[in-house]
């Protein structure tokens, strides 16, 4: 489960769909409408590939629930290539994960 890599090459799908399409599972408590930030991505390398924040991440921004390196996977689509991981806190317990 550690260390995947995925190819998408349908710009229709969000990143949690795209995530969840390669059997991942990826936490969406909201069930991806932006309420919540439990599919939060940790972005680590193309931060500068993502559009501006939706109105939905915008809030989260404006409350102190998403960091400037924060985005939501249910919010974007994949624009270029990207290294994310899971939040700490949005971690399932039954998935072992690499540091
Ligand atoms: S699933 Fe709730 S904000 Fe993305």
Redesign the pocket.
């Known amino acids: 489960m550690n260390n995947r890599e995925l190819i998408n090459n349908d710009n229709s799908k969000s990143i949690?769909n795209i995530i969840h399409d390669a059997q991942i599972d990826w936490?969406?408590?909201?069930?991806?409408?932006?309420?919540?930030?439990?599919?939060?991505m940790i972005v680590h390398e193309g931060i500068e590939h993502f559009n501006q924040p939706t109105s939905?991440e915008q809030r989260m921004i404006d409350n102190g629930r998403l960091a400037k390196h924060e985005r939501?996977?249910?919010?974007n689509k994949l624009n270029d290539d990207i290294d994310i991981s899971v939040a700490e806190t949005n971690k399932f317990p039954h998935i072992e994960y690499s540091a």
């Open positions: 949690l936490m969406h408590a909201c069930g991806g409408k932006g309420r919540c930030t439990s599919c939060k939905a939501l996977a249910c919010q």
